[in-house]
């Protein structure tokens, strides 16, 4: 009998890292895993996580690859909106993107605002960095703000929900050297037929990110029996895949 050897991959496309503050009106949005972001305001029978103000910054770390392409996605609001000033957006400290509105523009769709709120959904593309398996997302603003007590309601400021982080090329690394080190081999989305005929090395670890189904088999490896993996395995016995020959 000829024992099989392969590796397959499950992939979703595209991969959805995280999403937040989605429900209506809002209960995933207080414990919402962002710092600086312990906060909410209610606009139209919706919570916002916010509202902040006079340069806010919150933020949050997220595990992923490197050189992965991503899409953030969010609805932001800006509330008592009456000047232009910014929301901007941050991978670790590289500026993504920046929103802003004209003076006034929005409606009244807020309660007890004084000037115009407005809600947009946004998107962002961006790169996780080069060599590291995490990345920060940051958000800040440039709002100015008052201390004048006389003035505390008509003190413009912002939130964000329907939150959303996707991978567009998810992939699955591979790693001759136990933690993530060596010499890494790639399979990502749409090419795992490429590559899936030879592995140039004895895979000793594998970053995989949470979502992905990663199955192993080898009559040399774990005694044969197939072997399914949907987390990171820091430092595996040797799977050395037989490399592809032809039958004669």
């Not at 000829?2 to 995280?18: A, Q, R």
């Not at 809002?26 to 906060?39: I, R």
């Not at 946004?122 to 958000?139: A, D, E, I, M």
Request: charged share 25%.
């Amino acid at each position: 009998m000829v024992g099989v050897s392969f590796i397959k991959i499950l992939f979703m496309h595209p991969f959805l890292l995280y999403e937040g503050c989605k429900q209506i009106p809002g209960a995933d949005c207080s414990n919402n895993g962002w710092t600086n972001a312990n906060k909410v305001i209610e606009c139209q029978g919706k919570l916002y996580i916010g509202d902040f103000t006079g340069g806010y910054q919150i933020w949050k770390i997220f595990p992923c690859p490197p050189e992965r392409k991503l899409i953030f996605s969010f609805t932001i609001a800006k509330f008592d909106s009456w000047d232009l000033e910014a929301v901007s957006i941050y991978r670790d400290d590289l500026l993504v993107g920046s929103i802003a509105y004209s003076p006034y523009q929005g409606e009244y769709i807020c309660a007890l605002s004084f000037f115009p709120d407005l809600t947009e959904k946004k998107t962002f593309s961006f790169q996780s960095p080069v060599g590291k398996n995490s990345f920060k997302l940051r958000l800040e603003d440039n709002f100015e703000a008052n201390d004048d007590c006389n003035e505390q309601f008509i003190l413009e400021s912002w939130g964000f929900r329907d939150i959303k982080l996707q991978i567009l090329n998810p992939c699955v690394d591979f790693y001759s050297e136990c933690n993530f080190l060596g010499d890494m081999w790639r399979i990502c989305a749409g090419n795992q037929t490429l590559f899936a005929k030879f592995v140039p090395f004895k895979i000793k670890s594998i970053n995989i990110l949470k979502g992905i189904r990663v199955q192993m088999k080898d009559k040399r490896f774990k005694g044969g029996i197939l072997q399914t993996y949907t987390q990171n395995q820091t430092c595996l016995d040797d799977f050395n895949f037989p490399k592809y020959e032809k039958q004669s």
